[in-house]
């Protein structure tokens, strides 16, 4: 399967989402694509904030090779999941994404933990390091969802019908 998390700008919740997924990911002998996004452009080519990288090597996550990029249009037909940190990003990128918006792809990450809450993960963004603590616990259960929903797919050999 191939997953895409996204944010604003690329550099504090989805990189965490594309590492802590990749992690969980790997560490189950899951073949998975990951990768991460952000809607806007401020941030392309640059490393994750160095908090988000902190906290992400407190937990035994190494996201200091992962580079900023935008989102676009294109992302719809790759990935099999987008996972989106809030609403203002995913309405955002179903702008960008115009007539190749698939709703069935796209969902708030936190969804995974509370369907249909529309809840959505803090940015963290010029906030003490406690409130990147508490995003990265938001995003680690959420994470745990994901590979234990689509893991054991992959285990039964089919994609459940949503």
């Known amino acids: 399967m191939k ?80 996972y989106f940190m809030d609403r203002n990003n995913y309405e955002d990128a179903k702008r960008i994404a115009g007539n190749l918006w698939d709703e069935s792809k796209c969902r708030l990450l936190l969804d995974e933990l509370h369907p249909g809450g529309q809840i959505n993960v803090p940015d963290p963004y010029g906030y003490p390091e406690t409130e990147f603590e508490k995003v990265f616990e938001l995003i680690n259960a959420a994470c745990e969802a994901i590979v234990v929903r689509y893991g054991r797919e992959r285990d039964l050999g089919y994609l459940a019908k949503e």
């Open 3 to 82: 997953f895409l998390m996204v944010c604003l700008g690329n550099i504090c919740r989805s990189p965490l989402g594309e590492g802590v997924l990749r992690h969980k990911a790997e560490s189950r002998g899951l073949a998975w694509e990951i990768d991460s996004a952000g809607t806007g452009s401020w941030h392309i080519g640059k490393p994750p904030f160095h908090m988000s990288q902190r906290i992400a090597l407190k937990n035994g996550i190494d996201i200091s090779r992962q580079r900023g990029r935008q989102f676009e249009r294109g992302d719809l037909a790759k990935f099999d999941r987008i």
